[in-house]
């Protein structure tokens, strides 16, 4: 914490923490937006819930406007919709708290991740069925796994190596390398479930410092910058009839941003993650219904070994972390 004594007639700057403190007569410095750091396991299970199944709307508007439109441009328009609209209601209730942060760098690392990502789940969906390439991005859980052993240096163990195995038998099956269905698209969804799965854990360490409402904020700014940087390379004018398609997808995308976000807040992501694979069922319906794809042989049992690997994982971990001794509290300062 930093005490500012009162200066008269002129006006300090401070810089303190990496970050630009302006100190004038009788004013303090912006408070930061809460955390809200606060457990609550049946809210976030029923946040985690409604993103799955609005992300897989968004998903499958977006996946219908790629049909006419370059990635880019669907990104970007889906991105500055909901960038707008978040912030035409979170700034008069925060105000310039926030995008008060003490982690500038990892939203941005964080957002370049995820705009490659998405742009790789996204060209997928245009060369996949939606629940096909939905299938393969639940191998995410399995990919943190395993770059944790090549970043993190940490040990994996039988366990983790066998769940890891039979995993990507499920990706093998869903996929069906070397059948005459097979499409290069499950290599573009793969490279979404191994990005999306480095970093996904990141974002609950951000959340002991960030609030959800700063999480999301800066997620959409960034995002919005770096795909309007691809709009000079392709770009097609909007056709008015498919506005309302475009402006649903980008309030679809911000309350599936912010919900998903919140529910990483409120709860272990232990307790919150088997929920997403609900979402699997979401993008059945929704590939039916829009493109008449009927999920096949392949695609159930590859998912269910998918999704059971996933929760046998996560099942794994938590048991484990609860088998460690608590870290000792440090001696106040």
């Known amino acids: 914490m930093v005490t500012i004594a009162p200066i008269k ?50 998903s499958a508007a977006s996946k219908y406007l790629a049909q006419t439109y370059p990635v880019g441009e669907v990104l970007f328009s889906r991105v500055l919709v909901s960038f707008v609209i978040f912030s035409a209601f979170a700034l008069p209730t925060s105000g310039i708290s926030l995008f008060y942060t003490r982690k500038p760098v990892a939203h941005v690392l964080r957002s370049m991740s995820q705009f490659t990502s998405q742009s790789l789940l996204l060209i997928a969906f245009t060369m996949m069925p939606l629940a096909s390439a939905t299938a393969i991005n639940f191998s995410a859980p399995l990919f943190a796994t395993l770059a944790s052993l090549f970043f993190l240096k940490e040990p994996v163990g039988p366990v983790r190596w066998a769940v890891l195995l039979i995993g990507f038998v499920g990706v093998l099956i869903v996929t069906n390398p070397g059948a005459d269905t097979f499409q290069i698209g499950a290599l573009y969804a793969l490279g979404n479930a191994i990005l999306f799965g480095t970093v996904t854990a990141g974002v609950r360490g951000m959340t002991k410092t960030e609030s959800a409402r700063t999480l999301t904020v800066y997620q959409l700014m960034w995002l919005t910058l770096f795909n309007g940087l691809t709009l000079p390379f392709a770009f097609k004018t909007p056709a008015l009839s498919d506005m309302p398609m475009i402006v649903a997808n980008g309030i679809a995308n911000m309350l599936g941003q912010y919900w998903w976000t919140r529910a990483i807040h409120l709860a272990p992501t232990s307790a919150v993650t088997p929920f997403q694979y609900l979402s699997l069922l979401w993008a059945m319906m929704f590939g039916y219904a829009w493109w008449g794809d009927e999920p096949t042989v392949g695609l159930l049992v590859g998912s269910a070994i998918l999704v059971s690997s996933g929760l046998f994982l996560i099942w794994h971990e938590a048991r484990k972390r609860r088998r460690l001794p608590p870290v000792p509290a440090e001696p106040p300062e």
């Open 9 to 58: 007639n002129h006006t300090e700057t401070l810089k303190t923490n990496s970050r630009i403190v302006t100190a004038t007569p009788n004013a303090d410095p912006p408070a930061p937006e809460s955390s809200g750091r606060q457990e609550n396991i049946p809210r976030a299970i029923l946040l985690m819930i409604s993103a799955g199944a609005i992300f897989s709307f968004s």
